[in-house]
């Protein structure tokens, strides 16, 4: 399992953008994929997961009602679009997916897999 994230870019605080994210070797079943991001000189956090193959989704107070996580199992994709955003959003995000079986709790714990970041700057 090797995610690969895109999407990211220069945005004004208020705008949009669309993170993606592939699978390459695909995703274990029952398991769980998500997105973290870690700011300039902050800790690495987590923001949302998906459960594979279902719909049950979990996300950070901080971005809740503001982004959405979403998945294409055909595709073995992820996508994190984010609306409203702010300064404070700016950080390299990161996708990860989870081992055999491991939930979305455990995921947002202890990622098994990590993809690399792709960086996403709101200007104010």
């Known amino acids: 399992v090797q995610p690969q994230a895109s999407g990211g870019g220069l945005v004004q605080t208020g705008g949009s953008l669309r993170l993606s994210c592939v699978a390459s070797?695909?995703?274990?079943?029952?398991?769980?994929m998500g997105w973290f991001r870690q700011a300039p000189g902050k800790d690495r956090e987590f923001v949302a997961s998906?459960?594979?193959?279902?719909?049950?989704?979990f996300y950070a107070d901080s971005v809740k009602g503001r982004f959405t996580i979403s998945s294409d199992t055909a595709k073995n994709t992820i996508y994190l679009q984010m609306i409203s955003l702010k300064p404070e959003d700016t950080a390299i995000y990161y996708c990860?997916?989870?081992?055999?079986?491991?939930?979305?709790?455990?995921?947002?714990?202890?990622?098994?897999?990590w993809g690399q970041g792709t960086l996403v700057t709101v200007s104010s």
């Open positions: 070797g695909g995703i274990f079943s029952n398991s769980a």
């Open positions: 998906i459960a594979w193959g279902g719909r049950s989704t």
């Open positions: 990860a997916a989870g081992g055999p079986r491991d939930t979305m709790a455990v995921l947002a714990s202890t990622p098994r897999y």
